[in-house]
C-alpha cells in the first residue's frame, strides 16, 4: 500500500494536541508503520525543506520546526498520501476547512501544526530522512477487510 510521511510539528506537541492529530489518521483506517518523537536535526531540516531553500519563509521554518520536539510517523493505506493531505488542510489554518487538522486548530500560515508528504515521491524521499526501513513494522490491522475491499489492499 501506498506510504506517506507525517509529522506533528512542534506547535502541535507544545500544544498537546498530538494525540488527537494522531487520532485522525488512525479514524480514518490508516496504518502507522513509524512513529517516534524526536528532536529534529538542523541537517534533516534542510534535507525536508530542501525545495524550499531561498524562499522567504526558510530560515523561520527550518528555526522553527527544530526549536522544540516533532512526532514524526510513516502512515500506510490505499492512496495514503492525497487522504493524509486532506485530513491536514490547506496549509495556512485560516484558510483550511473546519473538519481538517490545520482547519480545527489554527489560524497561521508557519503554525499549522501537522507536515504531510505532498506526493508517493516526495514520501519516498522524506521517510528515510527520519527512519531506517527495520524500524517501520509490517504488520496488518485485524480489521483491514472492514476498512478496505480485497484490490484496495495491495
Ligand atoms: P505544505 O506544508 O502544506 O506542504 P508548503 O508550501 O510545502 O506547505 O510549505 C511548507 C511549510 O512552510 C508550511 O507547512 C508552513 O509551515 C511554511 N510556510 C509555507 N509558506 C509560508 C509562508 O508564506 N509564510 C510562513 N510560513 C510558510
Ligand atoms: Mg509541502
Known amino acids: 500500500m501506498e506510504r506517506t510521511f507525517v509529522m506533528v510539528k512542534p506547535d502541535g506537541v507544545q500544544r498537546r494536541l498530538a494525540g488527537r492529530i494522531i487520532q485522525r489518521f488512525e479514524d480514518k483506517g490508516l496504518r502507522i508503520v513509524g512513529l517516534k518523537m524526536i528532536r529534529m536535526s538542523h541537517k534533516q531540516a534542510e534535507d525536508l525543506y530542501s525545495i524550499h531553500k531561498g524562499k522567504p519563509f526558510y ?3 527550518v528555526k522553527f520546526i527544530t526549536s ?3 512526532v514524526v510517523m510513516a502512515i500506510e493505506g490505499n492512496q495514503a498520501v492525497s487522504v493524509s493531505r486532506k485530513l491536514l488542510g490547506a496549509t495556512f489554518g485560516f484558510n483550511a476547512e ?3 487538522i490545520r ?3 489554527g489560524g497561521s500560515k508557519g503554525l499549522n501544526l501537522i507536515h504531510g508528504s505532498d506526493s508517493p515521491e516526495s514520501a519516498q524521499r522524506e521517510i528515510p530522512i527520519f527512519f531506517s526501513e527495520g524500524e517501520l513494522a509490517k504488520y496488518e ?3 483491514i477487510g472492514w476498512v478496505y475491499e480485497e484490490p484496495e489492499r495491495k
Open 59 to 61: 530560515d523561520t521554518l
Open 68 to 70: 522544540s520536539p516533532v
Open 98 to 100: 473546519p473538519g481538517t
Open 103 to 105: 482547519g480545527d486548530f
Open 141 to 143: 490491522h485485524a480489521d
